[in-house]
T-cell receptor
Framework: DAKTTQPPSMDCAEGRAANLPCNHS???????VYWYRQIHSQGPQYIIH???NNETNEMASLIITEDRKSSTLILPHATLRDTAVYYC????????????FGKGTKLTVNP | NAGVTQTPKFRVLKTGQSMTLLCAQD?????MYWYRQDPGMGLRLIHY???????AKGEVPDGYNVSRLKKQNFLLGLESAAPSQTSVYFC??????????????????FGDGTRLSIL
């Protein structure tokens, strides 16, 4: 599975959009991009995933560049409860069962 | 709908003691997983199961055993606890494995963890 690179930390003002980048320059054609988050002391929570098209659900939007080498998770109106560590994971279809969690991005939403 | 439930939430053991962590899911998921998370690190897969009666090793299986006698339950056992096994343990389940060719993109659903300290 391809490796990902994320900034270690980011800040965002409450009510504003939070844009979390992820670089996955070695991604291959059958690898999906997944986003999870982990709020302090809780288990990871699935947010969204995609292959090449942009995706949107009730939690967030996922924008994947045309060359698929990077993506951005967008929380349109961040709240204090969105403060968490956000993990970008690249996972191949047909690969092993392991999700590889890196160190992620610590997002702090400020009042 | 409780999702994924882990029991117990906290436990303190002495070196050499044994214990079993229980994970139960009520979503009829085929796949279940056990991870551990240490300070400053991401989650690491210990063991997983692709169905009732099956288990497989993950990234860090040594010192642990697992059993999946019922589809809804996945047990993680420590036969002789060591201080290096002090960690937060997370269980997860998914409808199918990430590796299925038709729907290889099913997300994993996690429990809230078991905090285990071994003295």
């Amino acid at each position: 599975d391809a490796k990902t690179t994320q900034p270690p930390s980011m800040d965002c003002a409450e009510g504003r959009a939070a844009n979390l980048p992820c670089n996955h320059s070695t991604i291959s054609g059958n690898e999906y991009v997944y986003w999870y988050r982990q709020i302090h002391s809780q288990g990871p929570q699935y947010i969204i995933h995609g292959l090449k098209n942009n995706e949107t659900n009730e939690m967030a939007s996922l924008i994947i560049t045309e060359d698929r080498k990077s993506s951005t998770l967008i929380l349109p109106h961040a709240t204090l409860r969105d403060t968490a560590v956000y993990y970008c994971i690249v996972k191949a279809q047909g690969g092993s069962e392991k999700l590889v969690f890196g160190k992620g991005t610590k997002l702090t939403v400020n009042p | 709908n409780a999702g994924v439930t882990q029991t117990p939430k906290f436990r303190v053991l002495k070196t050499g003691q044994s214990m079993t962590l229980l994970c139960a899911q009520d979503m009829n998921h085929e796949y279940m997983y056990w991870y551990r998370q240490d300070p400053g690190m991401g989650l690491r897969l210990i063991h997983y199961s692709v169905g009732e009666g099956t288990t497989a090793k993950g990234e860090v299986p040594d010192g642990y055993n697992v059993s999946r006698l019922k589809k809804q339950n996945f047990l993680l056992g420590l036969e002789s606890a060591a201080p290096s096994q002090t960690s937060v343990y997370f269980c997860a389940s998914s409808p199918q494995g990430q590796g299925d060719t038709n729907r290889g993109n099913q997300p994993q659903h996690f429990g809230d963890g078991t905090r285990l300290s071994i003295l």
